[in-house]
């Protein structure tokens, strides 16, 4: 992490007073000292995770790979909804003392590098736990409807007077304004209002959503970028601030060039093009011997090595093929002929043909082909986590590498409570006793 003290040297920035907690007390500050050991980016900043499901805890979990603190509040009994949605689960091993099919692969995913506090804010003391945390947190993530939050005084107006410097994420459907913003939303819904699976499914096919959740995935990715952007400009200003992030909106901004054509155009979108391109042909997979086989002809060039490589070279003078704009007019018939000598080979030996010519290409995988994949290997992007109840689980590891820094799976996903006792008592001080008779009403787990 960089040092505080030398950017405020350098630039003339004001050095800040700690924020007073809700108690009286100075809440703790960054020691850039104490982090000095620790190469993660976020070491030393605390998040107070209040979301489930997947687009914030996929948030959470890309800031406690980089090194921040993550507390994760779960309903003491139910926990994060998706702690049931499986199978399949990770089994309990004989020695544990869950109850249970075991813990779902989908919390598993998600939930890394985090510490479960189970507690109920429906209970006065619950709520005063979370204004004491907020409190002692540089980050706080929520995914409740809008104003859902605030008759727990759990809103970003209530916690910005307990800790001006908190940064409070609002994770929704449709966000804080507009017409829907009241309205629930799961990522399928957001992908049909919002484009993305129009756009998506074979040409002559239904609409058909993503394989996975994927604007819920980039709703994260925007959330954790943007709360790192708050964090520098907390920097500078000593403040943090309320970002409101919505599914919808991502979705849109994710629309990339096929948004931008649209509004260049004025006209429709082309519709859906399965693993086709509108534009470039040919540019989509191909069957095999054995499966499939997506080969790239994205220009001129890269079309004559395709056409030497299925054994075709005289298709690089044909007048109908020689220029993309021609492949295209000629489309189906082009492809249909390609299709005719792909199945005379497994797709193994089609990655032989085009090794180094220069040409994209690759083979249509499944999961557990990518999983065991010698790159995913290579890349070590699978590691192997040793879990107190279920004993080895294999999870996918976080993918961006540093130069000087290795976020990496410090812990592996928590059972539901499991760091309450380490939470209330070595962040707000509270006493077994405490904690014993908050356990009684109810309060905690």
Request: aromatic letters at 6%.
């Amino acid at each position: 992490m960089f040092n505080r003290s030398l950017v405020r040297a350098s630039y003339g920035l004001k050095t800040f007073p700690r924020a007073i907690g809700r108690c009286g007390r100075f809440r703790r500050t960054h020691s850039m000292a104490a982090d000095a050991s620790s190469p993660l980016p976020l070491a030393g900043y605390r998040v107070l995770d209040m979301t489930r499901v997947l687009a914030g805890p996929y948030c959470t979990q890309i800031l406690g790979d980089l090194g921040a603190e993550v507390i994760k509040i779960e309903h003491p009994i139910r926990g994060d909804d998706t702690r049931a949605w499986g199978p399949p689960y990770a089994s309990y091993t004989s020695e544990s003392a869950q109850d249970g099919p075991g813990e779902a692969a989908y919390f598993l995913a998600v939930n890394r590098n985090k510490k479960s506090l189970g507690l109920s804010f429906q209970h006065p003391e619950g709520v005063e736990i979370l204004h004491k945390l907020a409190a002692e947190c540089d980050i706080l993530v929520e995914n409740y409807l809008p104003g859902s939050l605030k008759k727990y005084g759990m809103d970003f107006d209530t916690l910005h007077k307990i800790n001006p410097r908190l940064i409070y994420a609002s994770i929704t459907g449709y966000g804080q304004t507009g017409p829907y913003a009241s309205r629930a939303g799961y990522d399928v819904m957001v992908e049909a209002e919002f484009g993305l699976m129009h756009i998506t499914g074979a040409r002559d096919g239904p609409p058909v959503k993503v394989g996975v959740a994927v604007t819920d995935l980039t709703t994260g990715l925007y959330t954790s970028n943007s709360i790192m952007a708050a964090l520098l400009a907390r920097g500078r200003t000593g403040r943090g601030q309320h970002i409101d992030v919505a599914l919808s909106d991502c979705q849109t901004a994710t629309l990339a060039n096929i948004a931008s054509s649209c509004l260049i155009s004025g006209k429709k979108d082309t519709g859906r093009w399965g693993t086709a391109h509108p534009s470039i042909v040919p540019y989509k997979s191909f069957k095999t011997k054995d499966g499939d086989i997506l080969l790239g002809g994205g220009n001129d060039r890269l079309f004559g090595i395709l056409c030497d490589g299925v054994g075709r070279p005289e298709w690089k003078t044909d007048p109908k093929y020689a220029v993309n704009a021609q492949r295209v007019a000629n489309r189906i018939e082009l492809e249909d002929k390609i299709e005719a000598l792909t199945v005379g080979k497994t797709t193994q030996e089609w990655l032989e043909v085009f090794e180094g010519k220069g040409m994209p290409y690759a083979a249509v995988n499944d999961v557990q082909g990518t999983l065991n994949h010698e790159h995913t290997r290579a890349r070590n992007m699978v590691v192997e986590m040793d879990h107190s109840e279920c004993g080895p689980i294999k999870m996918v590891n976080t993918p961006v590498k540093y130069s000087e820094s290795t976020p990496s799976i410090r812990t592996p996903p928590p059972t539901l409570g499991q760091h309450t006792d380490e939470v209330l008592s070595g962040i707000l001080g509270l006493k077994p006793s405490e904690i014993e008779g908050l356990k009684a009403k109810g309060t905690v787990r």
